[in-house]
């Protein structure tokens, strides 16, 4: 794997999956054509040093049953958060209105 991060959390991402050996990463102001071509020739042809690493994180994942896990956390997460949202936003606009015009004659 060759990650090319550009924002947000991919930095990171790709910063740990370089520093545990599943692949290599190249900034984007770094970028050549030559320069992701050796980065991806390193990776074919050292092709068991990646693959032992990715089929490690493979099994790690599968038995520590991380996806299920980050998605059982996701869903909470929501069901937490949920705010019931009015059926009829031109009721709520209203409402807002008429607070804004008590608020003025007070």
Known sequence: ???????????????RIAHHGTGEF????????DRLRGL??????????????AEYFQSVISKTRGL??????????FQQCQTEVPRDS?????????????MQEA
């Not at 924002?7 to 790709?14: F, R």
């Not at 190249?26 to 054509?33: A, I």
């Not at 299920?68 to 997460?77: G, K, M």
């Open 26 to 33: 190249v900034e984007v102001d770094e970028l050549t054509t």
């Open 40 to 53: 991806i020739e390193r990776v074919l042809q050292d092709p068991s040093y990646y693959r032992e690493r």
């Open 90 to 102: 031109r009721s709520v606009a209203l409402g807002k209105l008429k607070m804004a015009e008590e």
């Open 68 to 77: 299920d896990v980050a998605a059982s956390i996701i869903e909470q997460t």
């Open 1 to 15: 794997m060759v990650a090319i991060p550009i924002g947000y959390d991919q930095p990171g991402t790709a910063a």
